[in-house]
């Protein structure tokens, strides 16, 4: 019998599945599976008429609240490309909105906050989250270990810099021009901000992991808007409490951003197993940016990096682009292929699944 004390004291351990043979796990712990793996970035999403079907009538965030639907649009694209991991379908905001921030995801613009975070008060009243606020989340996560199979389940969190964006800004943005005046004009509030949300994030993360997840990934889609020096100073410490202080979980731990060709080194810095690359940054150039990082013992895992527009250029470059990025990737201790961002909307499902079948087919 369990002992439920054990059970409750270290739940990231207990519910994980052994999958020695996955070839996602095995590349992103730094190993040479006998295929390259592959999955994309929203691979879940709009791209599939059988998401669309399903989400007809439901907001994204109830659905992102109902268990048996998460499951099921996980799923849908694992069943449809062959993919080698699964990404839990929810979304950065989803742990903003179970602690009590109201907001919401507006089709078309993305996440909309009814009141924007920009003093100190602000950020002294910003809720904490407690896992029994997620508990939907965690058990759509147990609903997908046993629905999967052998497929590998990748959690995630948006990192403190790119949730602080919606939250400073109201909605998405360009430029981030208030998110920056805050971190400039006023240090002490903008610290005190990151450090709630890597709480949030790390609360987020530990539920998936506790519930059976076999990786993270951290995503700080919009870190490449600052400067190297400004990423170390206002944004370094806080993604790397949250990749660090998840070290005990035994998983890879994914770090991705776009446009970060120059803060790839200090995204491994924080607390990476594995990097994710834009399509801007060739692998075989991260590779090198990554290996100078002191510190590490075995070399860089990479994760990417196909341009998600490349898709939309026919079969020839498709094909051509997939074996100059399997080539780039030799470069690597290990190479996850994935888009260098998230699947377009109106990328033709049949090509993604050509991409799937053209990088296992490749012979390194
Ligand atoms: O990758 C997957 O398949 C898992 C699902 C996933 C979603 N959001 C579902 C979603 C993931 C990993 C996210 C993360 C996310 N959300 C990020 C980081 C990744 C990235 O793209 O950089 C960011 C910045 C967000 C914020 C957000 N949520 C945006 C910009 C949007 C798109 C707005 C729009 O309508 O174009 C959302 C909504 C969202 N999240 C959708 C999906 C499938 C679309 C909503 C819908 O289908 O109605």
Redesign the pocket.
């Known amino acids: 019998m369990t002992d439920i004390n054990t059970a409750v004291r270290s739940p990231a351990k207990s519910a994980r599945r052994s999958l020695p043979e996955s070839p996602f796990l095995v590349a992103a712990r730094g190993g040479r599976p006998a295929r390259v793996p592959v999955w994309?970035?929203?691979?879940?999403?709009?791209s599939l008429p059988e998401?669309?079907a399903l989400?007809a009538g439901t907001?994204?965030l109830a659905?992102?609240f109902d268990p048996d639907l998460v499951c099921e649009?996980?799923m849908q694209?694992v069943r449809r490309h062959g993919v080698d991991a699964a990404?839990?379908?929810?979304?950065?905001?989803v742990p903003l909105v179970a602690a009590g921030v109201d907001l919401d995801?507006?089709?078309?613009?993305?996440?909309v906050v009814a009141s924007p975070i920009r003093s100190a008060e602000a950020v002294a009243a910003l809720p904490t989250l407690d896992a029994e606020q997620v508990e939907p989340v965690a058990q759509a996560v147990r609903l997908l270990t046993s629905a999967l199979g052998d497929t590998a389940l990748i959690g995630?969190a948006?990192a403190p810099f790119?949730l602080a964006s919606?939250l400073v800004e109201g909605g998405?943005s360009r430029n981030h021009e208030r998110t920056k005046a805050l971190m400039y004009s006023d240090p002490a509030t903008w610290h005190a901000l990151l450090d709630r949300l890597a709480d949030i994030a790390m609360t987020f993360l530990r539920a998936q992991l506790a519930a059976g997840v076999d990786a993270v990934?951290l995503?700080d889609?919009?870190a490449g808007a600052l400067s190297l020096k400004d990423y170390r100073e206002f944004v370094l410490p806080h993604s790397s409490k949250v990749l660090s202080g998840l070290a005990d979980a035994g998983v890879p731990r994914i770090h991705?951003?776009?446009g970060t060709g120059h803060l790839l080194g200090a995204m491994r810095e924080a607390g990476a197993d594995v990097v994710g690359v834009d399509w801007r940054t060739p692998l075989d150039t991260a590779v090198s940016r990554l290996a100078a990082v002191p510190g590490f013992e075995s070399g860089p895992v990479v994760q990417g990096n196909l341009d998600p527009a490349a898709l939309f250029a026919g079969d020839e470059v498709v094909r051509r682009e997939v074996a100059r990025i399997i080539s780039e990737g030799q470069a690597a201790q290990g190479h996850v292929f994935n888009l260098g961002?998230?699947?377009l909307?109106e990328t033709d499902p049949d090509v993604l699944t050509k991409v799937v079948d053209l990088v296992h087919g490749s012979t390194r």
């Open positions: 994309f970035m929203r691979q879940a999403g709009r998401y669309r989400r907001k994204m659905a992102c649009i996980t694209p990404i839990l379908f929810s979304d950065i905001v995801i507006v089709a078309g613009t993305g996440p995630f948006g790119t919606y998405p990934q995503f889609s919009w991705f951003g776009v961002h998230g699947v909307p």
